[in-house]
């Protein structure tokens, strides 16, 4: 979770430009609204009136904006014991540039998220990303994908894999890019992709020792398959995916010995339904298996099944759903994997024009494999989302969640309050 900021010059030009274009602003009446297109949501639908126009340069249009969030943390370390609460300010610039072309795409796009705690500045956190991505059109049933970035995350105390006494988050770089091509034939298409992770992960400074080295957690990831779907019917289609992975980390072993190198492999079938704007989304399973170098650890497989389907139950109101099941790699000591199971609902409520409602939960199970540990995470929240002009929105979220722990070699149990209020200026 990253609340976070500090107020800069750049927040109050774009701010001054927000009022002077607005600065009397009142919340609309609902007006009539059609149906959303094919694909669109209540959040996601148009709204010319109070959609950045943005900064044209050639056949470029440039989108600045700032982002200022102010969080209360109720257990900012997430211990389930002698608790600490805090105050975190974060300032989020970003721009982006896309083309405005009738055929292929590029777009590029580049920000921060800096976090100042206003007690636990051992806590405070400075994260980027550049990132770029295009389309080329091959033929009027087939193009080119392309796109990849670079980033710098941090990780919290008090996460899975962190250090049990990290003093400081934990930064560390990932780097990514992915080649996809997609062809459409009559009632068939094939989509074929490939895919590249790199984690690289900084020391960590513990809080009564030296630092901690990382090096036994960077790797690099490979993933490659293919999708073919057939049009049974009109907005219905059925399709088969097969993908493969290669996770390949830096030291062939860790500090404790053990060998994490492993590989993988999806299969599964499943229909993607599209009936216009009402339903859309698409449902599947079949079997996954990961299989480890380290003859110490037992191969990990078994069911998998998920998707996303959206419903526009009315003009106003659209839910979501989504579910997952896959394997995720770990670095806790005696476990290849963890087998995550999630699962989560939200919904999206237009009060008036420019007031947006949101609510959700979501629910995972992280089953630590070769291991007596089950971990659970329930996190619910709501929100509100207000465009008071083209210039500048507002927002206000509230998120509880609770995590528990059961097994031999658990962690902490514990529950987090936080309450986030922000606000958007754009061009």
Known sequence: MKPSSIWTAGAVVALGMAFADGASAQIEPKKPEAVPARGETVATRPRPELAPLGKRIGTFIAYPKMGLDETYNDNVFAVENSTKDDFITDIKPEVSLESDWSNHALNFSSGADIGRYAEYSRLNYEDFFVRGDGRLDVSRDGAFYLGGG????????????????????????????????????????????????RLAYDKTNTVDGPSQSNTGRDRNIYNFGGRLGYEFQPSYEGFVRVTGNVRKYDNKRDVGGV???????????????????????????????????????????????????????????????????????????????????????????????????????????????????????????????????????????????????????SDDDYDQNLIRIGLEAQL
């Not at 934990?170 to 989509?191: C, D, H, M, P, V």
């Open 150 to 197: 670079v980033a710098r995350e941090h990780e919290d105390p008090g996460e899975p894999d962190a250090p049990n006494d990290a003093k400081n988050p934990t930064e560390y770089y990932l780097t990514n890019g992915f080649g996809r091509y997609i062809q459409s034939f009559g009632k068939f298409r094939a989509t074929g992709e490939t895919t590249f992770l």
């Open 259 to 409: 060998e994490r190198n492993s590989d993988g492999y999806e299969s599964v079938a499943g229909v993607s339904l599209d009936l216009g704007q009402v339903l859309f989304g698409d449902v599947y399973a079949g079997y996954q298996e990961q299989f480890f170098y380290d003859s110490g650890f037992n191969d990990v497989g078994g069911f998998t099944a998920g998707g996303t389907l959206t419903w526009n139950v009315t003009t106003l109101t659209t839910l979501n759903a989504r579910a997952a099941r896959i394997i995720q790699d770990t670095t806790q000591a005696g476990s290849p994997a963890i087998l995550r199971t999630t699962g989560g609902l939200s919904a999206d409520h237009e009060l008036l024009r420019n007031l947006i409602l949101n609510a959700g939960v979501t629910i995972t199970n992280d089953d630590y494999q070769d291991v007596d540990r089950n971990d659970y995470y329930y996190i619910g929240g709501i929100g509100a989302r207000y465009l008071m002009n083209r210039h500048l929105y507002a927002n206000f979220g509230y998120q509880f969640v609770h995590h528990s722990s059961d097994g031999d070699v």
